[in-house]
Nanobody, 119 residues
Framework: VQLVESGGGLVQPGGSLRLSCAAS????????MSWYRQAPGKERELVAA????????NYADSVKGRFTISRDNAKNTLYLQMNSLKPEDTAVYYC?????????????WGQGTQVTVSS
């Protein structure tokens, strides 16, 4: 199993970023997926989850209305579109296979991708 996150960077408050997670080594289209994040000095938290078909999504209250999780099963890729970014969104973001709600994680943490929101 390999999950490679990318797309992070430095962005100003109010800006946007799209994260990608390239998956390999397993049947991507059969797995629910999630994005987690860990901010400095804080515990890792669930950001968003999506079912294997993409029909159902789940978001943390802190990102509802600003972030959108999606997937392209033909490309074995998971996405997180992040709009209206705030300084408190600064964190390392990780993708994992998960339960449909995202509350149960099935993979060890990878390298993640750093998102920094600052002026």
């Amino acid at each position: 199993v390999q999950l490679v996150e990318s797309g992070g960077g430095l962005v100003q408050p109010g800006g946007s970023l799209r994260l990608s997670c390239a998956a390999s080594g397993f049947t991507f289209s059969s797995n629910h997926m999630s994005w987690y994040r860990q901010a400095p000095g804080k515990e890792r938290e669930l950001v968003a989850a999506i079912t294997s078909t993409g029909r159902t999504t789940n978001y943390a209250d802190s990102v509802k209305g600003r972030f959108t999780i999606s997937r392209d099963n033909a490309k074995n890729t998971l996405y997180l579109q992040m709009n209206s970014l705030k300084p408190e969104d600064t964190a390392v973001y990780y993708c994992v296979r998960s339960s449909s709600s995202g509350t149960i994680r099935f993979d060890p943490w990878g390298q993640g991708t750093q998102v920094t929101v600052s002026s």
